[in-house]
């Protein structure tokens, strides 16, 4: 087992920067992905970025330049999400997730709102 626990989210305007942070403990494998996806009112749930254990990163097109993932696996698998020039339309709940490489195993925190106004 896995726990995730997210932390950061918050009110923002348009333009301004929010920190996340996602620390996991428990059974955590060597080789393994961490990232963030966000689910909008009335809209599927979509990766905002990933990062595996060996430093490989994959951002979506909506926040290539804007967002910045990166994690510190000294501090048991802490994974960030830098958002500058936030948009209202990364309005979202935000979801840590992490994945155990070539297994099925995966695991979601409970999610962070994120709330960027116009």
């Known amino acids: 087992?896995?726990?995730?626990?997210e932390s950061g989210g918050g009110l923002?305007?348009?333009g301004g920067s929010l920190r996340l942070s996602c620390a996991a403990s428990g059974s955590i494998f060597r080789g393994n992905?961490?990232?963030w996806y966000r689910q909008?009112?009335?809209k599927q749930r979509e990766l905002v970025a990933a990062i595996t254990s060996g430093g490989n990163t994959n951002y979506a097109d909506s926040v290539k330049g804007r967002f910045t993932i990166s994690r510190d696996n000294a501090k048991k698998s802490t994974v960030y999400l830098q958002m500058n020039s936030l948009k209202p339309e990364?309005?979202?709940v935000y979801y840590c997730h992490y994945k155990v490489l070539l297994l099925a195993d995966e695991y979601w925190g409970q999610g962070t709102q994120v709330t960027v106004s116009s």
């Open 12 to 14: 923002v305007q348009a």
């Open 33 to 35: 992905v961490m990232g």
């Open 90 to 92: 990364d309005t979202a």
């Open 40 to 42: 909008a009112p009335g």
């Open 1 to 5: 087992q896995v726990q995730l626990v």
